[in-house]
């Protein structure tokens, strides 16, 4: 059976690979498998249909063959078992990929999630300048011990890896913000993710759902 995704039916980050479903799309085209997407608006995210199978109100889930998924990680993982391409064959260097996927979710992605929400949610706030000192040196702790592992290689442990495919993702996050800036090789790892193919094919899909809602919203907008 083809998996069924769900997605922003109108995406906050405004289909710029920043929404989660993103990592689920791109592990899909990094293995070549079709699958198709629910598309639910905000409402829909909060009722029960959608609980009954995501008991959190989040995007992505996963549906196939009777196994529902939730957490992106989870389902990026569940991709990368079955088919190959995103985990090594090498059981030492499978298992290092994998925590590599831990890493970019459980222990870099937190801080740079929490400094996004800041600007979005805290940037009026009168004290919002020093709260974000504090959320940046958090940020460039990670950043910093991410680069000592990574030095100059391409990957974070030999060929691309479905940790590096989070790890990428998570890092997005930072574009804009000028943290990537003194990290060079950081963000040259980032362009390297983004410009695979398969991820391009996923941005293109997100980005195509934002275009949709935002037509359907103004006509015009065409």
Not at 44 to 54: D, G, M
Not at 128 to 154: I, K, M, P, T, Y
Not at 182 to 192: E, K, Q, T, V
Request: hydrophobic share 45%; with cysteine; charged share 25%.
């Amino acid at each position: 059976m083809t998996p069924t995704i769900t997605a922003f039916a109108d995406s906050p980050g405004r289909g710029r690979g920043l929404a989660r479903d993103i990592r689920v799309r791109w592990a899909l085209e990094e293995v070549g498998q079709p699958y198709g997407e629910r598309l639910l608006s905000f409402d829909e995210l909060k009722a029960p249909a959608h609980r009954a199978i995501q008991p959190f109100g989040q995007i992505p889930t996963w549906e196939e063959d009777g196994l529902v998924l939730f957490e992106s990680g989870a389902i990026v993982l569940h991709i990368a078992g079955r088919h190959p391409g995103l985990l090594p064959g090498e059981a030492h260097a499978r298992s290092r990929a994998i925590c590599w996927m831990f890493a970019a979710l459980d222990t870099v992605e937190p801080p740079i999630f929490e400094r996004s929400l800041a600007t979005v949610l805290e940037r009026d706030e009168p004290w919002f300048a020093a709260r974000l000192s504090v959320l940046d040196a958090r940020v460039r702790q990670r950043l910093g011990e991410l680069l000592r592992r990574l030095g100059n290689a391409d990957w974070l442990d030999g060929d691309f890896s479905a940790g590096d495919l989070l790890m990428a993702s998570v890092l997005a996050r930072l574009e804009g913000s000028g943290l990537l800036g003194g990290y060079p090789n950081l963000a040259a790892y980032l362009l390297r993710g983004k410009a695979r193919p398969a991820y391009q094919r996923a941005y293109a899909a997100q980005f195509a759902v934002f275009l949709r809602s935002r037509s359907a919203k103004d006509p015009a907008a065409n």
